[in-house]
C-alpha cells in the first residue's frame, strides 16, 4: 500500500499536465496565461499589455500573435482558452462548444476599429465607391482591372470582405504578401495597386512607425453604404466610426472559454475599462464604453440671457 502511494505521489510530481495546471491557475491580477491574438492588432494590443502587467505586476500575460484563421481552429479544436479577434464567433462556432465541449465562451466587445484602403501617394485613386469595392471581390464593376493586395490570404481582412460580399472566394485580382511591410511597400510603388490592411495598423499618429507607414501612402476616402443620390466620401477617422458613416468598420472581441475568474478574465476587465478604453482612444480608435466627462459650470453671478 505504502509503494502504491510513493508511485501515484510521484506520476502526479513527474506528470507535466499536472504541473502545468498548477501553473496556470490564476486570478484576474495574478498568475500566467496564453493569449492568442489577430496579428493586426498587435500595436494595440501590445500597449493594453504592457500597461496592464505595469499596473499588476504579479501578472504574467503572454500573448502570441498569428492569422485569425488560425486562432480561431486553435480556439474550437485544440487548448487555447483565451484570443482576440476582429469579429465575434458565429452561431456554427458556439453550437459546437456548447454541444461538443460543453464550453460557454464569454464575449467582450472594446473597440470598433475599420478596414482601410490605401494607394500609393502618385495614384489618382483618393475616392472610391463602398459598392465598386464589393464587386471588385467577386471581378466585377469598374475597379476589377486592379490590383488588390492583403496580407495575409489566412487574415480576418481576407474573411470580412468575403463576407461583406456574400462572395465564396476573393476574385483573381486579390493577392496576399507575407506581412504589413511587404503590402506598404509594393502599394508605394505601384500606382495601380490598392491595399488593405486593418486601420490600428496606423491609426495612432503618434505613433512614429504609423507615421513611417503614412508617409508611404495615401489614405483612400470611401462612401457610406447605400449612399446614391448626393455621394459624399469618408476617411476611417475616429469620428466618422463614431458617426457610423465609414461602412468597413470592425468590432474588435477579446472571448475566453474558461469559465473561470482568472487572468483572462483580468484582461478582459482592464481592456474594457477606462484606462483600457483610454489607450482605445488616444491609438485612433473607437472605444465601446466612454467614459462621461463632467463640465462643472459656475455662474459669476452677473450671466445676462440675451432674446
Known sequence: ?????????????????????????STPITGKIEIFCDEALQNIIQQQEEIFERNYP?????????????????????????????????SSAIKYLDQEKQ????????????????????????????????QATTGNGNLSNRKFV?????????????????????????YAMNSLDTVLDFVSKNKDCIGIIDWSRVSDSDDPIAQDY???????????????????????????????????????????????????????????GEIGQKIILKAGLLPIYQSERVIELKSSGDIKVVQ
Open 103 to 134: 464550453l460557454h465562451p464569454r464575449i467582450f466587445p472594446f473597440a470598433i476599429s475599420a478596414v482601410a484602403f490605401v494607394c500609393s501617394p502618385l495614384s489618382p485613386d483618393s475616392l472610391l465607391q463602398y459598392e465598386s469595392i464589393l
Open 58 to 90: 504579479k501578472a504574467d500575460v503572454q500573448i502570441h500573435y498569428m492569422n485569425e484563421a488560425d486562432i480561431i481552429r486553435k480556439f474550437l479544436y485544440d487548448s487555447v482558452e483565451t484570443i482576440i479577434i476582429s469579429k465575434s464567433l458565429d
Open 150 to 174: 492583403i496580407e495575409n490570404k489566412s487574415s480576418g481582412i481576407a474573411k470580412f470582405l468575403l463576407e461583406s460580399s456574400q462572395a465564396d472566394q476573393l476574385s483573381s485580382n486579390f
Open 1 to 25: 500500500m505504502k509503494q502504491i502511494f510513493i508511485f501515484s505521489l510521484l506520476s502526479v510530481l513527474l506528470n507535466p499536465s499536472c504541473k502545468s495546471k498548477i501553473v496556470e491557475d
Open 214 to 272: 503614412l508617409r508611404k501612402i495615401k489614405i483612400i476616402k470611401i462612401s457610406s453604404a447605400g449612399a446614391l443620390d448626393k455621394v459624399e466620401y469618408f476617411p476611417p477617422f475616429q469620428y466618422n466610426l463614431q458617426d457610423k458613416i465609414y461602412p468597413f468598420t470592425r468590432t474588435l472581441n477579446i472571448i475566453s472559454r474558461t469559465g473561470k475568474s482568472d487572468l483572462g478574465l483580468g484582461f478582459a476587465t482592464f481592456i474594457t
